[in-house]
């Protein structure tokens, strides 16, 4: 059974600073991996796809990366601000058995970005 | 373009009362899902259709049924509710429901109470 790890399940950083969110699975057989922002009350806003083909993503300040044999994805913010304070999810789309339409999702890692 | 929507945002329920959740999508996707998140435990999909006129059960459907009524929405209804049905329920939306290229889209949730 497919498992999503994210540590820490929170961190608290100075504005500015560069950060890396972790998130590992135990099943390396998967299509992708999206990473994820929720905001307090708010749903989920998607952030970066990465597809098993692919070691890294980039969108702005965020680079995402993904290394399928040891099972890990990383998140990197570059000179973080205090609107990038949010839950970050990490969710992996298993490859094998019948049900690879659901997402397998971590429990997030709380940032928050100090002034 | 609103993307995937939510009705209603927060509801308070007695036990043993009915209610439907409504989603809607405007991005032409074929596949949604229901999900609820709960503290600890992450998000977990109750029901998904693969597309319109189809459905089937995730991990949680106890206490739920959905309908796709067309291709734009998609409702979860409790028949009965209880206070363990007490959580927030996200809708989301993808392309397709197999394949690598298959990112999910969440509306805003809704905050179900059950007293």
């Known amino acids: 059974k497919q498992e999503v790890t994210q540590i820490p399940a929170a961190l608290s950083v100075p504005e500015g600073e560069n950060l890396v969110l972790n998130c590992s699975f135990t099943d390396s057989a998967i299509y992708n991996l999206q990473w994820f922002r929720q905001d307090p009350g708010k749903g989920l806003t998607s952030l970066l796809l990465i597809q098993s083909s692919q070691r890294e993503q980039t969108s702005g300040r965020l680079n995402a990366s993904l290394d399928k044999s040891s099972g890990r994805s990383t998140l990197y913010i570059a000179a973080s601000q205090p609107g990038d304070s949010a839950t970050y999810l990490c969710a992996v789309r298993p490859r094998s058995g019948g049900s690879n339409y659901k997402l397998t999702f971590g429990k997030g890692t709380l940032l928050t970005v100090n002034p | 373009n609103a993307g995937v929507t939510q009705t209603p945002k927060f509801q308070v329920l007695k036990t043993g009362q009915s209610m439907t959740l409504q989603c809607a999508q405007d991005m032409n996707h074929n596949s949604m899902y229901w999900y609820r998140q709960d503290p600890g435990m992450g998000l977990r999909l109750i029901y998904y259709s693969a597309s319109e006129g189809t459905t089937d059960k995730g991990e949680v459907p106890n206490g739920y049924n959905v309908s796709r009524l067309n291709k734009r929405e998609f409702s979860l209804r409790l028949e009965s509710a209880a206070p363990s049905q007490t959580s927030v329920y996200f809708c989301?939306?993808?392309?397709?429901?197999?394949?690598?290229?298959?990112?999910?889209?969440f509306g805003p949730g809704t905050r179900l109470t059950v007293l």
């Open positions: 989301a939306s993808s392309e397709a429901l197999r394949g690598s290229y298959n990112e999910q889209f």
